[in-house]
């Protein structure tokens, strides 16, 4: 004999185990609880730029307000000088983890981003490395493999971002590499490209609420595979600047390779990113392997394809080899 249906009632909440969320019930459909806020700040999401070279090292952090264009402008400073780390961010806080100056570093920085002013110390990477990829959501700061004292390593950490404290292992991913670039939504997190000695376009992707080994996704295009870098919205994500002007994109849900997006203003890598989910920001970088950089950040419209339009430069340094993807609205926070 079976059972008659179970009827559900209307504000019924239940905890879905694919997307690791906390859903309600409309009487009708289940929907999303958003359990934060994302509106912006001062009239749009902020994006923050840390650390880098011209080639000297720099502890500066910069800010852009992500909606609109413009020169960036001071924010405060890292603890120290260092270039070539990996960062995250939730809506509340921004994470500066690794780098070089030149010794590789373990420790992690952060700040929030609703204020200006210096950093502080969060704690230590399990590794003392840098050219590591960032990944984050609302909770979690993930950062995979990288250059350490003793070699290139495979290793992925995470720390709680709303906590202190130091980086546990999450997993590994499955090549030794470095340079790679990170993109996440509010389930996955994207690890595109990377060197080893030689350009890597592989694109892998972790499950950002659980720990494990990374697990394949698809390959980027030859051009846009190392020294790059990438962005989000919660649906899609976008990788360039590695030397070249290309930008590709993939969309998170689906596997597979990447596709054709548009150009950057000019051929440059060694950059950084951040975005708001509408909008994207490549900044810095240089034109060429070797010392010269630029101060040029240009933009795209994250969920249309083309070239990327100038937004503006960096208020005093020319820089280079930045950390990057940290913003108060990236594609990871839903």
Known sequence: MSLPPVEIPLGAMRFNSDSQKLEYFNGETWFQVHTFSTAPLDGGHRGLFAGGGTPSYLNAIDYITISTAGNSQDFGDLTHAVMCGGSGSSNVRGLFAGGGNPDRKNEIDYVTISQLGNAVDFGDL???????????????????????????????????????????????????????????????????????????????????????????????????????????????AVFGGSYDTVIEYVTFTTLGNTTDFGDLTDDRGDLATSSDSVRGVFAGGRSAPGPAGVNTMDYIQIMSQGNAIDFGDFHASVKITLFGSVSSGHGGLG
């Open 126 to 236: 399990t590794v003392n490395r840098s050219q590591a990829a960032g990944n984050s959501t609302q909770t979690r700061f993930v950062l995979a493999t990288g250059s350490s004292p003793g070699g290139i390593v495979n290793t992925i950490d995470y720390v709680t971002i709303a906590s202190t404290g130091n980086a546990v292992d999450f997993g590994d991913v499955s090549q030794v590499l470095e340079w790679p670039a990170g993109a996440t939504s509010p389930t996955r997190g994207l690890i595109g490209g990377g060197v080893n000695p030689s350009a890597i376009n592989n694109i892998e992707f972790i499950t950002m609420a659980t720990t494990g080994n990374s697990q394949d996704f698809g390959d980027m295009s030859q051009t846009g595979s190392w020294l790059g870098g990438g962005l989000s919205s919660p649906v899609r």
